[in-house]
């Protein structure tokens, strides 16, 4: 039987618990997740290293999922994410409030 989100590709800029969760639930029904990381990673993958060199709470939120690591404040890496984004199906970010709006690179960003 096919998994029922098969199809969905979903991208997150998330951090905690709430957002990481919920996209781990997506990614146990089958969606794509690609979870984008800033550059030294997600600060609860160094919490301890009891989950083969990440931390337990890391691997338990985060599995099912790719990753990638970007320089949001970096031009480039800021464009990679935001054509990420607009491929998506679904973006979920759980970031500050006016966050995304402050890394937006001009007017039509999606991360606006």
Known sequence: ?????????????????AAPMRT???ANAGARVIKIEREEGD?????DKAA?????????????KESIALDLKGK???????RMIAKADVF???????????????AGSVLA
């Open 1 to 17: 039987m096919p998994a029922p989100l098969g199809e969905l590709l979903v991208v997150a800029l998330e951090q905690a618990v």
């Open 24 to 26: 781990m639930r997506l």
């Open 43 to 47: 600060t609860a993958r160094h919490y």
């Open 52 to 64: 083969k060199g990440v931390s337990a709470y890391f691997a338990w939120l985060n599995r099912g």
């Open 76 to 82: 480039d890496d800021l464009a990679l994410a935001e």
């Open 92 to 106: 979920v970010q759980n970031l500050a409030p006016g966050a995304t709006v402050r890394l937006r690179s001009g």
